[in-house]
């Protein structure tokens, strides 16, 4: 970006935005981290535009959340889940959510999730992204509660919509389809889970590449149903091509 934007914050707090959400759908943490939080400084020193500051916060949340930094995640929360705007507070709510779970807190988890899921539809719409999500991630806590005929449920609504609202092969597919597979292998339902998991590796491979740690995530998981299906060889394949 350089100087190109200096005397345009806002544009410049927007372009940063763009390639921190680019970095975190790649797993680039650290590239993610300082484009976001480039974005945060400018859009709150402007001035001029609270959405843009508000979205880095809830992006830089969940960079938090999936690379480990619980508390940290939590702390950028904690203004928006005051903010004004009810679908602020909701999509904060979603994510403190999806961080209590990652603490092991799944009660409470699971609970808030119930209560914003009618909220979010109304919000935003049945088959809109923050709806979605609180449907996969109903389905992550109830996995984690080994409570897994419930889990696959919600898992293949939240993949459906995705389905439908982005296509097959967007990279939005990628968590409900994973922890579809998941849920199914850990089921014992290990028929059903091979194609979704053969899908999702598929896809990991087309958008990560082979070598990603995404994509070798997926395959140790897809390895894991073929062992259990008696193919061996498939699932020796998968990880010599891992190592």
Known sequence: ?????????????????????AYLNLGEFPKAQRELEAAQQLAETSGQTDMIAVNARMVLSILHARSGDRKRALEVLVPLLAHSD??????AGIETAFVQMQLGEYDASLARLQVLAPQAEQLFGAGSTEALTTLTYQGNVLREMGRYDEAIVFYRKSLAGRQALHGAGHIATMEPMRGLGGALFLSEKFTEALP???????????????RHDQTLSVASDLALVKQ????????ETLLLAAL
């Open 1 to 21: 970006v350089g100087t190109r934007f200096a005397t345009r914050p806002v544009t410049e707090a927007s372009v940063r935005m763009a390639l921190g959400n």
């Open 86 to 91: 009810p679908k602020v507070r909701t999509n």
């Open 196 to 210: 979704i998991l053969q899908a999702a590796h598929t896809l990991a491979t087309d958008i990560y590449g082979p």
């Open 228 to 235: 259990s299906l008696k193919d061996f060889t498939g699932a």
